[in-house]
């Protein structure tokens, strides 16, 4: 059974960090890109850090450059996203996802992130 599962949202205030994880099973996370998205009340789904298959250059939105770090581990078939200096406007549910030629093939069933002014 595939399954993208986040974990290590919550509450937290303005100018604070928190660390997701999302943990792998049930296909080969080596062969898919891997992607956040969130999706804030009212808005649409954003991309905002994807990293290739292979663990190249990262890439990330405007809106949290310079503050969240994507990384990958295939061997522990685990992807990580810490987000530093939180601002209010990063509240959302947070998904990860498995992509694979720029298509999403897997999604996880997210996790709250609520950053308090």
């Known amino acids: 059974q595939v399954r993208l599962v986040e974990s290590g949202g919550g509450v937290v205030q303005s100018g604070g960090s928190l660390k997701l994880s999302c943990a792998a099973s049930?296909?080969?996370?080596?062969?898919?890109?891997i992607g956040w998205f969130r999706q804030a009340p009212g808005k649409e789904r954003e991309r905002v850090a994807c990293?290739?298959?292979?663990?190249?250059?990262?890439i990330y939105s405007d809106s949290v450059s310079g503050r969240f770090t994507i990384s990958r581990d295939n061997t522990k078939r685990t992807v990580n996203l810490q987000m530093n200096n939180l601002k209010p406007e990063d509240t959302a549910v947070y998904y990860c996802a498995a992509e694979f030629i720029g298509m999403v093939g897997y999604w996880g069933q997210g996790t709250q992130v609520t950053v308090s002014s």
């Open positions: 049930g296909f080969s996370l080596d062969q898919y890109a």
């Open positions: 990293m290739s298959m292979t663990g190249g250059v990262p």
